[in-house]
């Protein structure tokens, strides 16, 4: 457990290295499974960083693995600028509340 619990940490460190030196780890309250970051730095809006652990585990062992991590530095680049926050796996959906109501062609709830 330990080897693959130093393995997720080196690859996010390797993912969050794209940033240079903006990016410091911190301890995640909230979460133990998650391994996070805070950045700090005047010309980004990214302000924290949030990597699951596990997640990171698959990435290690997938037969695609490389390209995923690949992606997820060139994503994490883009989205540096436009974001508060950086989380792996992004969370799916939105909820109830954020989704737009379905309407008819007169502003009437669609059946």
Do not use: F, H, W
């Given at each position: 457990?330990?080897?693959r619990k130093?393995?997720?940490?080196?690859?996010?460190?390797?993912?969050?290295?794209?940033?240079?030196?903006v990016?410091?780890?911190?301890?995640c309250?909230t979460?133990?499974?998650?391994?996070c970051?805070?950045v700090r730095?005047?010309?980004?809006?990214l302000r924290?960083?949030?990597l699951?652990?596990a997640?990171?585990r698959?990435?290690?062992t997938?037969t695609?693995?490389?390209?995923?991590?690949e992606y997820?530095?060139r994503?994490?680049?883009r989205?540096?600028?436009h974001?508060?926050?950086?989380?792996y796996p992004?969370r799916?959906?939105?909820?109830?509340?954020?989704?737009?109501?379905?309407?008819?062609?007169?502003?009437?709830p669609?059946n």
């Open positions: 457990m330990r080897i130093e393995s997720a940490e080196r690859l996010a460190a390797a993912i969050v290295g794209v940033l240079s030196a990016a410091r780890r911190v301890e309250a979460d133990s499974d998650a391994i970051y805070a730095s005047r010309s980004l809006r924290s960083i949030v699951n652990r997640s990171l698959r990435l290690l997938a695609n693995g490389v390209v995923k991590i997820l530095k994503d994490l680049l989205t540096a600028a974001q508060a926050e950086y989380r992004r799916r959906g939105r909820t109830a509340i954020e989704q737009p109501a379905i309407t008819d062609c007169c502003g009437a669609a």
